[in-house]
Nanobody, 127 residues
Framework: QVQLVESGGGSVQAGGSLRLSCAPS????????MAWFRQAPGKEREGVAA?????????ADADSVQGRFTVSTDNAKNTLYLQMNSLKPEDTALYYC???????????????????WGQGTQVTVSS
């Protein structure tokens, strides 16, 4: 049984930083995409960033997060991270960790392309 457990969310002021972590278990695939999504109230779930099994990094909507967010993995700890700097109020959302059994899912970051989801961790940024 695959489980994805997120942690690291919280409340910060604009300009602050947070690091989200995702610890997968039971996920054993040679090719995969591990990603972060977020969903703000009243909005659709959107992709944020991802890492594939080849070490490639992907960022959605470059104007929104690139340069501020960094996705990474620690293979020794089997953990996916999202370092978020210079946070803005519009970054407020429930952040989800997701896993796909195809590395190609990283290319488009569509929620429907991902097989497994965590419960989410709340990030709130105040102005």
């Amino acid at each position: 049984q695959v489980q994805l457990v997120e942690s690291g969310g919280g409340s910060v002021q604009a300009g602050g930083s947070l690091r989200l972590s995702c610890a997968p278990s039971g996920f054993i695939y040679n090719q995969y995409c591990m990603a972060w999504f977020r969903q703000a109230p009243g909005k659709e779930r959107e992709g944020v960033a991802a890492v594939d099994s080849y070490g490639g990094r992907f960022y959605a909507d470059a104007d929104s997060v690139q340069g501020r967010f960094t996705v990474s993995t620690d293979n020794a700890k089997n953990t996916l991270y999202l370092q978020m700097n210079s946070l803005k109020p519009e970054d407020t959302a429930l952040y989800y960790c997701a896993a796909a059994i195809s590395s190609r899912s990283c290319s488009y970051l569509r929620p429907g392309s991902f097989n497994f989801w965590g419960q989410g961790t709340q990030v709130t940024v105040s102005s």
